[in-house]
């Protein structure tokens, strides 16, 4: 840069932006502040990425403060991955190929608990290493220290990896990555999965794990959870079907490495055929695990006006006796698989769960996905409220803890709250149409998705133009 004349680099600095903005901006009309956050959130999704480094993912608090020490989370692939995927798609390679130099650690970390494939840690390093603290300093006491069990038992982020590949996939129609990358890592996770579930009886299931409401641990049988493993593995058996015609020696390849046997196929179809996923009741509510509506129930309108978390108000222990979640689980999933549940079932998982969900005081990855949600049962205005949440987590600190650096995943999930909630974006046929419910304020919403390769401009009003 030293060598450069000033105005070069503002002119080039300038081009790459203008290159940027064309390609990933979302413009509302009606909402100022909105759209001012959501610019903010997308700005700092791209300073945190490197379009020319695949060996570095972002941190759940990006490159911005020292919080969760740019440990890399389920943040990455669930929240942030998308709003690349639809339009960096450069981007979105080089941060899925960061998890695939991570398999060499992620294949020791299965071994080291006896199991096969590749595990990838709850928190991972540079190089994909389990960097997950076992111990951290009590919010209000610092000299006492806590036991953190994320580490050992919040499993679902392998399938979530899983998930976030096939999606890309899916997006991009990028059949190289996948040769080279993708279906290696489908493969490594779902023979992981084939090892970790535990037989009991006829069925498959998994005891004394996390999803991803923390507040709630060693629960059994996680419908999340459950569901990802199964889907996991289903994806890992289409993919190799498809793979077996799309490029044989790779196939040929990935099998003989990864030990894919007749055996071990005709197992991962008994474990999907037969692993327990909480079913809905006859209200068409899931339980979010086993037991879950044993617990006692709060009502958190009672707790208008407190400042902290219900997990620091109950007790960290005690909130595991709660029917009070961190953030969306039952409805985290539902959000991944929209089209799988009808209108009657996101209705009552919404009015069950919606109103549990620490949004406020929980984690800042849930007040966008409960944004979502609230446009799938046609609560647009509700959703803003979360939106708007979500938005001020770190313009206007209203969580208190901006100090920690920016809520990537909030910024990534606001992204989606707009594209999937408010404008209703999704895959119907072979295209990409969306659905608007725009919060009744709004007057246009405005941006652009790569579908393999091909660029598509949706122009939104209150109902579409
Ligand atoms: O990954 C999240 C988790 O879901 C909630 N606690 C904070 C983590 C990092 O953002």
Redesign the pocket.
Known sequence: ALECPFDDLLCDNLEAWGTFWDDSDVAIEGDDEAQIALRHALFQLRIAASEEDDRVSIG?RTLSGLG?RGHV???MEIFILPFFSFTQPAIARNLLIYRWHGLPAARCYAAEGGFEGAQFPWESGAAGEDVTPHYLPLPDDCRKLQRILTGDQQLHISADIAYAIIQYWRITGDDSFMFDYGAEIVFSTAKFWGSRVEREGDQYVLRGIIG?D?YHVNVDNNFYTNYMIKWNMQAALELLIWLKKANTDIAQKLKIQLDLTSTRLSHWRQVIEHIKVPEPDEKGIIEQYERFFNRKAVDLLEYNGRRRGMDQILGLKEVNEYQVIK?PDVLMLFCLFPEEYSAHGWKANWEKYAPITDYAYG?S?GPAIQAWAACEVGLPDVGYEYFMYGARADLTDIRGNAVDGIHG?SAGGLWQAVVFGFAGLYHKGDEYVARPRLPSHWKRLTFKICDRGTWQVFDLGPSAK
């Open positions: 759940a969760y989370f389920w943040d991803p923390e953030q984690s990855l995943a």
